[in-house]
T-cell receptor, first 113, second 115 residues
C-alpha cells in the first residue's frame, strides 16, 4: 500500500530564510510524486512533480524538490522565503495503476517578517 | 484555457434542499474528479470519471450523486445532506492517458455549508 507522510504540521521561517518542507512516501513501485500549494479559501495549485528522469525537479515560484529513492523522500525547498509563500503545502503520490492521488496531511508554512 | 471553473463559489443549503455543484474545463481532459476537503485536512477523493464514465466511487453516501453529461462538464447533485457534509468541494481534471505525467488541475472549489 502506498502512503505519504509530511513531517511537521506547521513550519515557521523568517522572510529570506530557507524553506524546507518534508515529505516521505511509501510505494512498492516507482512513485509519481507531486507538491501542491493551497492559499486560503482557494483550490490547489501544482508546484512541481516527479515522474521519471531527473531527480531534482524545479517548479514554480522558485520551489524545487529532490527525489531520493534511498531515503524515500521528496522534500520541498526554496532558498529564500517570501511573505507570499505563506500557505498550506501538500505532498501527494499517485496510487498504483489508478487515477487516485493520495495526499499527505499537509504543512502550513508561516513566514515571519 | 488552462482552468477548471467551479460554480457556485459558496453555497448554503438546508438539510431538505436539493442543489448542484458544477465544474467545467476546456483543456480536453478526459478524466474528472470530485474531492471533499474538511477544514485543516487534505482533500479526500470522492469520485472519478474517465471518458464520461464513473470509474471510481469511494463509498460515498448516496446523498451525493455525480454526473458527467459531456467531456467538459461534471456535476455533483446534493440531496438531504447533513451538517457534517459542510466542506470545500474541489473539482479536478487531468489527461486520462497522461495523468501520470501531468497530475491534476484543480478548480478553486465550492464552499458548502449545510444548515
Amino acid at each position: 500500500a502506498q502512503s505519504v507522510t509530511q513531517l511537521g504540521s506547521h513550519v515557521s521561517v523568517s522572510e529570506g530564510a530557507l524553506v524546507l518542507l518534508r515529505c516521505n512516501y511509501s510505494s512498492s513501485v516507482p512513485p509519481y510524486l507531486f507538491w501542491y500549494v493551497q492559499y486560503p479559501n482557494q483550490g490547489l495549485q501544482l508546484l512541481l512533480k516527479y515522474t521519471t528522469g531527473a531527480t531534482l525537479v524545479k517548479g514554480i515560484n522558485g520551489f524545487e524538490a529532490e527525489f531520493k529513492k534511498s531515503e524515500t523522500s521528496f522534500h520541498l525547498t526554496k532558498p529564500s522565503a517570501h511573505m507570499s509563500d505563506a500557505a498550506e503545502y501538500f505532498c501527494a503520490v499517485l496510487m498504483d495503476s489508478s487515477y487516485k492521488l493520495l495526499f499527505g496531511s499537509g504543512t502550513r508554512l508561516l513566514v515571519r517578517p | 484555457d488552462t482552468e477548471v471553473t467551479q460554480t457556485p463559489k459558496h453555497l448554503v443549503m438546508g438539510m431538505t434542499n436539493k442543489k448542484s455543484l458544477k465544474c467545467e474545463q476546456h483543456m480536453g481532459h478526459r478524466a474528472m474528479y470530485w474531492y471533499k476537503q474538511k477544514a485543516k485536512k487534505p482533500p479526500e477523493l470522492m469520485f472519478v470519471y474517465s471518458y464520461e464514465k464513473l470509474s471510481i466511487n469511494e463509498s460515498v453516501p448516496s446523498r451525493f450523486s455525480p454526473e458527467c453529461p459531456n467531456s467538459s462538464l461534471l456535476n455533483l447533485h446534493l440531496h438531504a445532506l447533513q451538517p457534517e457534509d459542510s466542506a470545500l468541494y474541489l473539482c479536478a481534471s487531468s489527461q486520462a492517458s497522461l495523468m501520470r505525467n501531468y497530475g491534476y488541475t484543480f478548480g478553486s472549489g465550492t464552499r458548502l455549508t449545510v444548515v
